[in-house]
């Protein structure tokens, strides 16, 4: 970690704004290498960020960019290093220049995540927050940005790092109790142990319950929409992201494979998977596509079921008994769906066709809406109904959720420790065995927050980042 990284930290395209950043022991030395303060002397003289404007040169020494340069010592920075920032204006072609001239004068390419990394290795993040800083950077709506900064301020890390604790003190006084029996010290009543395993069991449930909703925060909701053959699916597919990404043609049987994209739509991130309309088709294309639509129902949380309601005023008996089939198939997978009657423009339905196939039949819908993908009309009402499934208020604390599958199988891992402590105690097994669970639990929300974690997990956590972060 004695070497001096440095990076382009934003996107490389024509922008206000661009800024290469350093970090480690040259940093300084490098910026006076490369930039001249209009007034006064060099950076190494100027007191921690503080903004300097001058000029920024390349390695020949011509003037490429008026910009403006600030420095951090350590352990005062970000990363614990010392490190600099040059504000420059967001050229590429510039940038790149400063960026050269930067390795010229001592410093090496960042690694992706690597300023975030060193932050972490010296004590400045724990690893919920450094996963904070990921998240933040991918966030896609304003609950999802919420929850990333809850968790950089730590909400994450004080629930984790209070059952820690709370273990630590069980552990410590039995340790207490075993090693030095001579001592005067209390012995453990079983009940009272109990009663601490059970509270911290109960905490260690709660925490894994936050997981589902903070991974579909994060990773935005799979919502899958289905329905027969030439029911508007494409259409509202579309509509629902604004720009015509999909086929549309009245030919049934226009999509063929599933198609996927992300959009917020009332606030919450949408994975939609528009599918192939489901019948039993001839055409072995058209079959796989069938296939995929079944999977797509699969692994969906949000299903979107789309009727033709023009259809549905001359109902034949082939497409009833598809529907029928559809309804089984998305009550099968037993995630919530809303009813959404097509084509509102050309049949007039106000209300909707639910009552045609029998509501109450298997699960019900969590919604049903009539909408014209073409005119817009009811697609708020759409809107509404999926931000009531996917409440963006609830009791969790901004940040105090589990958000990715590594936190959620540590914390997994850590209940199951303390529930297997708690049967050993009731089982009347020795003090000992208790603690080895209790130990195993600690170990599991060490590797949470990182005070105990290995160095392949960190590598892998880090892939996740940018350049210059
Ligand atoms: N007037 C009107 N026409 C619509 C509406 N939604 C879809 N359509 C028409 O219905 C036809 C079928 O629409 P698609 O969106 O391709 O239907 P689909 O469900 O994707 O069909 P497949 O891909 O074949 O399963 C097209 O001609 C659309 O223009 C709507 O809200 N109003
Ligand atoms: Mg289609």
Redesign the pocket.
Known sequence: MNDTIAAIATPLTPSAIGILRLSGPGSVEAVDTVFTPFQGGPMSTRPDRALVYGALHDRESAVIDHCLCTVSRAPNSYTGEDTAELQCHGSPAALALGLEALFHAGARQAKPGEFTRRAFLNGKLDLTRTEAVADLIHAETPAAVRQAAGQLGGALADVVDGIYDDLTNLCAHFHAVLDYPDEDIEPFEIEELSAALGDAAGALDRLAATYRRGRLLNEGVPCAIV?R???????LFNALLGYERAI????????RDTVEERVNFGGVLLRLIDT??LRDADDEVERLGVERSRAAVERAELILV?VDSVEAENPTEAGGRELLDILHLVMEAGKPWIWID??C??SGVLGSSVGMVGKGRGTNPAASVAI???TGKGMDKLEEAVAALFPQDTDIQAGAMLTNARQAEAANRARSAVERGAEALKAGLSPDAVVADVEEAMSALGELTGRTVSEDVTARIFERFCVGK
């Open positions: 329905g053959p030439n029911a508007g699916k494409s259409t549309v043609t009245d030919i049934p049987g226009t999509t192939a309309g789309v097509s084509k423009d050309l014209s993908a073409v």
